[in-house]
Structure formats: structure tokens, C-alpha cells
């Protein structure tokens, strides 16, 4: 819309204007800065020069205005056949730059149509694009046009898009990025769209594009620095050899150190690189890349990112605390203060997916260190949990900050029962497990295990064993007598419950503990 309006007001006509109207605004401007008539008139270069530039844009806009028009009157059918005529043309070495610019421009334009794409689709026209780019790949303007129609052709059609990459569309980008230290930001959107796919991240992690993108981090241009950081979260999505290649080339190095300019600086249009580094660390906590990414975290880089105000860092930083910290982890580092408070703040969030990720993370630090538990217990995490359990519309959500809960109860029970006294809550859960006394979800189990975990703690004597049915999954704590085996925990819970077991052993140690 901004194009059209600049293409009207470059030959000075209204934006209705007709097609008889644009045709006599074009003559009497190209009349007026033609050269020779401008070289008679005055031996000024300056003035010589700006006639020149201007007949350049008024030939350009009157191109564009005119193609509009034509591109009203065809029907979808000619469309197809003009379209395809267009492409075959580009095959053509002797064709000159500025006729495939225009071409492509046509090209592009046509995207948005449906009949044209689905001819581009089923003729195969994307390996004549992708041989045209890569016969031209030393003509920074041709590289450009191509660029733009490989984005607008990927972007409408995932056939289109994988027949580009399967062509070798990949490779021919990889040569154009590897000619310059600042390639052409067109062929670098090209490179995103084209390895948003599974089948781009497969073939990249075949070729040694990694590494490239890695390098263009340092680049003095933020644009390009954000559109390679933005492949890279692409890349790195699911694919363990890429996320390897990453660590290997310091690529986490390079994203640590854009995120800390990010924080110097504090600007809100370095927001979407932020997005993107934040994206790229969580694929890869969640991968093979998770050691690499644990042993470069800093603390400036963890309170700048906790901090952030954009919706998707928070979404992402939180998933990343998830995936390093969860029950399945063996990370062992300090703790920063930061990232707790981050989390008990996040239990609170309007946001599910925050609320999620922060619950497992949350569990994942309390199982693995035992202070970090007492931590989470004496602060508002436990009311904050059972808001999120009273209130929260996803059975999802509801489970995990329950089970959140009931991990943080069973890991610091004494301390847990005291802070709940002190906030005034119900320490037997009373509400929640009488209205939910029918429920079989695994959320009202937490809740119900919470409770008699809590009563235990209290002095108060159990109406049942179930304050001693470990948590799944979590490894009870080793003694000096050597690990809880079944056999120890049925006659440590017959001695509570004051029925001391027989000395008979028996074969049915399971059924006996139930």
C-alpha cells in the first residue's frame, strides 16, 4: 500500500487516477528530466545527476503503476501461462539485471494468487529459479530478486518450499552468504523461511551453513545479526547435530554476548533478537546442547533475561529454567537468587505455558537440592501453588502445581507446615480435597499426599498410610543403613501406625505395603 502511494506521488497524480492520466503525468515528467534537454539547459553536474536519478524512479514507478493495471485485467489463466513464460525467460544468461529485477518483482506479486503458485508448484519452475540464482550468484541485485521470489513462493506453499530445498536451494544461499562478510539481507530471509521445515534443518546439518551463520553474530549490522539468530532458533530445533555444531563453533558464546550488549544497552527494538537467542538456548536446553548451555550462563545474562517484560522472552526464559532444571536433570550449580524469585513470580502468571515451565523447573530444583527446597517452602510459592490449583481451567496446570506443591511439602515438611500456619491456610487442604473427594486425577492425589505429609509434620497422627507413599520418581534419601528397600519401608510404616510387623517374612512385600 505505502509502494503504491510512493509510485503516485513520484508522477504527482491522485491515487484514482486513470490509466490516460498516469500515461500523460510519465510523458511530461520523462520530457522534463531527460537528459540531453538537461545538459543543453545548464552545465551544472549536480543538476545533470538529479535528472538522471529522477527519471530512474519516475521509469520505476510508472513500470510498477502500469503493471498493476495490467495485472487487474488478466484472468487466473493468463496469469499462470505469463508467470510461467516469466520464469523460463530467467534461464536465459544474456537476459539483463534489470529485466529479471522486474520479472521477479512480477513474480513476487503473483504469489498472493493462487492458480500462480499452484502452477509454480506442479511445473516444477522452483529448479529453474534455484538455476538461475545460482548461475548469477556474483550479481548482488540478481541474488536479491531471486531471494525474493524463493521467500514469497516458500512462504505461500510448502511444496514450493520443499521443492527449493530439495533443488539445492540451501547450498546456492550458503555460497552467496560465504562471498561477503555482510551478504544480502534478502537471501538471508530466504535462508529463514526456507529452514523453518524439517526437511531445510536436515539438509543444513549436512553442509557446513552453521558455522556461517555463527560468524555473521559479530556483524556490525543488527539486521543481519537478527536474521541469523533467528535461522539459528530454525536450526536448532530438534536436530542434535546442529545444536552440537553450535556449542562446538562458540555459538553460545556469541548469543551470551549479544544478550549482554542487549542489556547495556536496554532498547526495545533489540527485542526480537533477544526472542530469538532466548529461542535458540531453549532448544538447545532441551537437547544435546543442555552441558554447553549450563557451563556459559552468567548471572548478568540470567537477571537481564528474568527480567524482560516481552511476554515471549519471559514464555522462553521460563521454558529454558524447565528443560535445565527438571526432574529428570543432574545439573549441579549454584543457584542465583534471581532465577528462584523469577519462578515464584511466574507461578502467578496469566500466561498457562509460564505457569507450566515454571512448575517443573520448580520441581527439578527441590528434588535436587535439598536447601533450595527449604527456600521455595519458606517463601509465597506454596500459596501461590494453591491458588493455581483452586483456580487453574487446564488439568495440565492444575497436576503440576500440585505436584509442585506436594514436592515441596515432602522435601521441607517442618518448614512448609509453619509458613502455611502463618499465611493462615488450611493446612489439611480440608476445601479442596472435600469438594474433589470422588476425583481420581493425579492432582487430587498430590493434594491428598500434601496433606498427610503436612498432618505428620504437625504431630498429628495419620488417619492412614498414605502420608508414607513416596512421591513417583523421587529417590528417597540414603541413610547410613544403605538405601529404603520395600522391606524397610512396611516395617518402618507398621511401626508408626503402632502394629508392629511379624517377624514371618513375606513373599508379598508390595501387597503388605499397600
Not at 508467470?83 to 544468461?93: C, E, N, P
Not at 545479526?225 to 536436530?239: F, G, M, R, Y
Not at 547495556?264 to 526472542?275: A, D
Amino acid at each position: 500500500h505505502h509502494m503504491t502511494k510512493d509510485h503516485h506521488e513520484v508522477l504527482g497524480v491522485a491515487k484514482d487516477a486513470s490509466h490516460a492520466e498516469i500515461e500523460q503525468a510519465y510523458a511530461k515528467l520523462v520530457a522534463k528530466y531527460d537528459p540531453k534537454r538537461v545538459a543543453s539547459d545548464t552545465s551544472d553536474e549536480g543538476k545533470r545527476q538529479h535528472a538522471e536519478k529522477m527519471l530512474k524512479k519516475v521509469n520505476k514507478s510508472y513500470l510498477a503503476l502500469t503493471r498493476n493495471e495490467k495485472s487487474k485485467q488478466r484472468t487466473p489463466q493468463e496469469h499462470r501461462s505469463d508467470t510461467l513464460t516469466a520464469i523460463r525467460s530467467l534461464q536465459t544468461d544474456t537476459t539483463p539485471t534489470t529485466e529479471i529485477s522486474n520479472i521477479c518483482s512480477q513474480l513476487v506479486a503473483d504469489s498472493s494468487i493462487p492458480e500462480v503458485v499452484k502452477a509454480i508448484a506442479d511445473s516444477g519452475a522452483c529448479s529453474t529459479v534455484v538455476a538461475a540464482l545460482n548461475s548469477r550468484i556474483g550479481d548482488s541485485d540478481a541474488v536479491k530478486a531471486f531471494s525474493k521470489v524463493v521467500t514469497a513462493f516458500s512462504h505461500a506453499s510448502e511444496e514450493c518450499r520443499d521443492q527449493f530445498i530439495s533443488n539445492g536451494c540451501l547450498q546456492t544461499l550458503d555460497l552467496v552468504i560465504s562471498r561477503t562478510r555482510s551478504p544480502s539481507r534478502h537471501a538471508l530471509t530466504a535462508l529463514c523461511n526456507l529452514t523453518s521445515c524439517e526437511l531445510g534443518r536436515l539438509e543444513c546439518s549436512r553442509i557446513t551453513i552453521v558455522e556461517r551463520i555463527i560468524t555473521l553474530l559479530d556483524n556490525s549490522d543488527d539486521v543481519l545479526v537478527e536474521l541469523a539468530s533467528n535461522i539459528l532458533v530454525n536450526l536448532t530445533l530438534d536436530n542434535s547435530r546442529i545444536q552440537q555444531a553450535v556449542v562446538h563453533a562458540d555459538g553460545v558464546i556469541k548469543l551470551m554476548y549479544l544478550l549482554q550488549r542487549c542489556a547495556k544497552v536496554k532498547n526495545s527494538k533489540y527485542t526480537p533478537l533477544v526472542r530469538n537467542v532466548c529461542g535458540v538456548f531453549q532448544n538447545l536446553s532441551c537437547g544435546s546442547g543442555r552441558e554447553g548451555l549450563m557451563n556459559s550462563l552468567s548471572l548478568p545474562v540470567w537477571e537481564f533475561v528474568l527480567s524482560h517484560t516481552d511476554p515471549t522472552v519471559i514464555e522462553r526464559s521460563m521454558a529454558i529454567l524447565s528443560n535445565l532444571f527438571n526432574e529428570n536433570s543432574n545439573a549441579n550449580i549454584q543457584i542465583p537468587t534471581i532465577v528462584i524469585e523469577s519462578l515464584i513470580e511466574a507461578i502467578s502468571s496469566s500466561n498457562s505455558n509460564v505457569t507450566i515451565c515454571a512448575c517443573l523447573a520448580i520441581r527439578g530444583l527441590i528434588r535436587h537440592d535439598r536447601q533450595t527446597a527449604t527456600t521455595f517452602a519458606n517463601s509465597s510459592a506454596l500459596t501461590f501453588l494453591l491458588t493455581v490449583v483452586k483456580s487453574a481451567t487446564s488439568t495440565e496446570t492444575r497436576r503440576l502445581a500440585a505436584a509442585a506443591f506436594r514436592d515441596a511439602v515432602y522435601y521441607a515438611p517442618s518448614v512448609s507446615a509453619l509458613r502455611l500456619r502463618q499465611t493462615g491456610q488450611d493446612l489439611n487442604l480440608s476445601k479442596i480435597l472435600e469438594e474433589n473427594e470422588e476425583n481420581t486425577e493425579a492432582w487430587v492425589r498430590y493434594c491428598r499426599d500434601a496433606a498427610n505429609i503436612l498432618k505428620f509434620a504437625e504431630n498429628q497422627r495419620p488417619t492412614s498410610a498414605r502420608m508414607l507413599v513416596i512421591p513417583e520418581q523421587i529417590a528417597p534419601a540414603p541413610t547410613p543403613r544403605g538405601p529404603v528397600t520395600p522391606r524397610k519401608l512396611l516395617t518402618s510404616a507398621m511401626s508408626i501406625m503402632g502394629k508392629p510387623r511379624s517377624k514371618s517374612k513375606s513373599k508379598n512385600i508390595s501387597k503388605d505395603l499397600e
